[in-house]
C-alpha cells in the first residue's frame, strides 16, 4: 500500500477523499488540513508534501523556468471571483479601473496568483498597461512578508518592497491602491478613507463572468515528480478520485437542501445556490483541462506577458501527462 501525504485546505470538496467514500486502489491518503498560508512556503521551498495544493501563478513560473517540483493535476480545489479585491485611497483621483494607469499599487506578492488574475482582468477588459504600474509589496496588514519565488523582471518594471504594511501606506498616501484577497485593516474597520474600485463586487463578477466564460481558478493539486516517475498512473487516477470527491459534495448539497431542516447557517442557502447553478451551470467548479481551456489559455497568456513565466507556456505544459484522459 503506498501512502501519500496530500497537504490541502479542508474544503467540501475534498472532504470525501478522506472520509473513506473516494479510495484509490492500492493508495492511502493522509490528510493534511492546512491553508495556503501554510502549505505554499513548505511545497514551493522544500516539496515536504506528497499531493500538495499548489498557487497556479507560482506553478507556472516554476514551470517555465524548469524548476517544477510538483506536477499539477486539473483539479482546481481554489477559485474566487476578485473584483472585490481593489481598494482605494478615497480622494486619489481613480474613479474607474483605466486611472490605475501609472499609479503606484501594493499587492502583498508580485508573483501571487490574485496579481495575476486582477492584472490580466485589468489589461484584457479596461486596456490598463499594468507593466506601467508602480508595484509596492508587503504585507496587506501584517509587516514582513516577502516573495515566495524569485522575480525576473525586466528593468523598466517597478515592482520593489517596501517597509511596513500596505494598509498603513495606503493611509499615508505612499500608494493608491491595494490588490489582495485580505481586507485592508482600515477597510475591514469601516474607515471611509479605503473604499472599492468595484462598489458591488458581485456584480461585476458576474457580468465578467458572462461575458468570458471565466471562473477564475486560483489554485490547483500537483504530485510530487519524483513519487510520479516511479508511477505515471498515478496522475489520472489522482485526478479522477478529486474529481470524484468533488461529485460528492455537490450530492451533499442538494442533499442538504431536500430536507426540511438544513445543516448550513445559510438562511437563504437554497436561493444562493439556485443562483449559482444559474450562473455558473449544474457543476460551478468544473475540473479538467478542456473544460478550461480558454481561461486556461488566457492564464498562460498573462503570465509570460506580466514578466512572471520565462516563455509562453502552451496548457498542456502545466499539467502531468495522461490527465486528459482521466474522467472529471
Not at 111 to 121: N, S, Y
Request: proline share 7%; hydrophobic share 45%.
Amino acid at each position: 500500500m503506498l501512502t501519500l501525504t496530500v497537504a490541502c485546505a479542508p474544503y467540501d470538496r475534498v472532504r470525501a477523499l478522506f472520509d473513506g467514500r473516494v479510495q484509490i486502489p492500492g493508495v492511502r491518503l493522509v490528510q493534511v488540513p492546512i491553508h495556503s498560508e501554510q502549505s505554499f512556503p513548505r511545497a514551493f521551498s522544500r516539496a515536504e508534501f506528497d499531493v500538495t495544493e499548489l498557487s497556479l501563478s507560482s506553478h507556472l513560473l516554476q514551470v517555465s523556468r524548469g524548476e517544477a517540483a510538483y506536477a499539477a493535476i486539473p483539479a482546481f480545489v481554489s477559485r474566487a471571483f476578485r473584483h472585490g479585491c481593489i481598494y482605494l485611497r478615497d480622494g486619489a483621483g481613480i474613479a474607474t479601473a483605466k486611472d490605475l494607469q501609472g499609479r503606484r499599487v501594493g499587492i502583498p506578492e508580485y508573483q501571487m496568483t490574485l496579481g495575476l488574475w486582477l492584472r490580466g482582468i485589468l489589461a484584457d477588459e479596461h486596456g490598463v498597461d499594468v507593466n506601467g504600474i508602480a508595484w509596492r509589496t508587503a504585507g496587506t496588514n501584517q509587516a514582513g512578508r516577502k516573495e515566495r519565488l524569485r522575480l525576473e523582471l525586466p528593468p523598466e518594471m517597478d515592482v520593489q518592497p517596501i517597509p511596513g504594511t500596505l494598509n498603513d501606506a495606503l493611509l499615508a498616501g505612499e500608494i493608491d491602491a491595494i490588490l489582495s484577497p485580505t481586507e485592508p485593516a482600515a477597510f475591514a474597520a469601516g474607515d471611509p478613507r479605503v473604499v472599492r474600485l468595484f462598489p458591488d463586487p458581485r456584480a461585476a463578477a458576474i457580468a465578467y463572468h458572462r461575458r468570458t466564460g471565466f471562473h477564475p481558478i486560483m489554485h490547483l493539486m500537483g504530485i510530487r515528480q519524483d513519487i510520479l516517475a516511479r508511477d505515471p498512473t498515478l496522475a489520472p487516477r489522482l485526478t479522477a478520485a478529486f474529481a470524484e470527491a468533488k461529485r460528492l459534495a455537490l450530492a451533499d448539497i442538494e442533499a442538504d437542501l431536500r430536507h426540511s431542516s438544513l445543516t448550513q447557517m445559510l438562511p437563504f442557502h437554497a436561493e444562493e445556490w439556485a443562483a449559482t447553478k444559474a450562473l455558473l451551470g449544474p457543476d460551478p467548479w468544473t475540473y479538467g483541462i478542456a473544460a478550461n481551456q480558454a481561461e486556461l489559455e488566457a492564464i498562460c497568456r498573462w503570465s509570460h506577458a506580466q514578466h512572471l513565466s520565462r516563455r509562453r507556456l502552451a496548457v498542456a505544459d502545466v499539467f502531468a501527462p495522461g490527465v486528459e484522459e482521466a474522467r472529471t
